[in-house]
């Protein structure tokens, strides 16, 4: 699904213009992304869990030449989907 069918699919679903679904997504993208920026939990109940995990530097390969490089510490988003969101997709 791309952002125009999910803009169409929430205009429709909510009876609401897309434009005004278009802002209500933006807006709702830009609170979760600052919202994990601030390094906190984002819970949607029956969708799942937003969390930011630190990794650890750590050595790697360059697959073409072999060379061991090192890969740096970096933080990453991961979900979790909830049990209702599992169980839907079954």
Known sequence: MTKAELVS????????TKKQADAALK???SAIAGSL???ERVAI???GIFTV???A???GRNPRTGAVI???????VTFRPAK???ESIK
């Open 9 to 16: 699919a929430v205009a429709k679903g909510a009876g609401i």
């Open 27 to 29: 807006s709702a993208i």
């Open 37 to 39: 920026k601030k390094g």
């Open 45 to 47: 109940p029956g969708f």
């Open 53 to 55: 995990r630190k990794r």
């Open 57 to 59: 530097a750590r050595k």
């Open 70 to 76: 090192n890969i740096p510490a970096r933080k990453v």
């Open 84 to 86: 209702d969101l599992r």
